[in-house]
Nanobody
Framework: QVQLVESGGGLVQAGGSLRLSCAAS????????VGWFLQAPGKEREFVAA????????YYADSVKGRFTISRDNAKNTAYLQMNSLKPEDAAVYFC??????????????????WGQGTQVTVSS
C-alpha cells in the first residue's frame, strides 16, 4: 500500500506559479511511477503529467507542455508539479497517483493504483 497526500494548492492570479507536492508513505517510492491529474467541476478527471518509476521519462498533456514540470525527490518520498504561467482554465482539483514500476506512458486513470485526496488550485483572471 502507498498513501499519497497532496499539498501546495491555493489561489493564484493568472500568470502566476504554484508548486504542488505529493508526499508518499508506506512503500519504497522510488519504484513507483507518479502521475498528476486534474478534475474541474462537472468534468471528468484528466491527465496532466507523469513520470516513469525510473525518473527518466516524463509525459505531459498538450495543454500544459512548456508550463508545467513534473519532478520527484526519492530521498524525500515526494513528487512535485511545478506550474508556471497559470491560466484560469487550469483551475481544478489536482490529484497525484502512483503505480508500481509504471512507465508513466499511460494517460488513463485506470493505469494507477493509488491516489491522493486532491488539492484545490484556483486561478483568478
Amino acid at each position: 500500500q502507498v498513501q499519497l497526500v497532496e499539498s501546495g494548492g491555493g489561489l493564484v492570479q493568472a500568470g502566476g506559479s504554484l508548486r504542488l507536492s505529493c508526499a508518499a508513505s508506506g512503500r519504497i517510492f522510488s519504484s513507483y511511477a507518479v502521475g498528476w491529474f486534474l478534475q474541474a467541476p462537472g468534468k471528468e478527471r484528466e491527465f496532466v503529467a507523469a513520470m516513469a518509476w525510473t525518473g527518466v521519462t516524463t509525459y505531459y498533456a498538450d495543454s500544459v507542455k512548456g508550463r508545467f514540470t513534473i519532478s520527484r525527490d526519492n530521498a524525500k518520498n515526494t513528487a512535485y508539479l511545478q506550474m508556471n504561467s497559470l491560466k484560469p482554465e487550469d483551475a481544478a482539483v489536482y490529484f497525484c497517483a502512483a503505480v508500481r514500476y509504471g512507465s508513466g506512458s499511460s494517460l488513463r486513470e485506470r493505469a494507477y493504483d493509488y491516489w491522493g485526496q486532491g488539492t484545490q488550485v484556483t486561478v483568478s483572471s
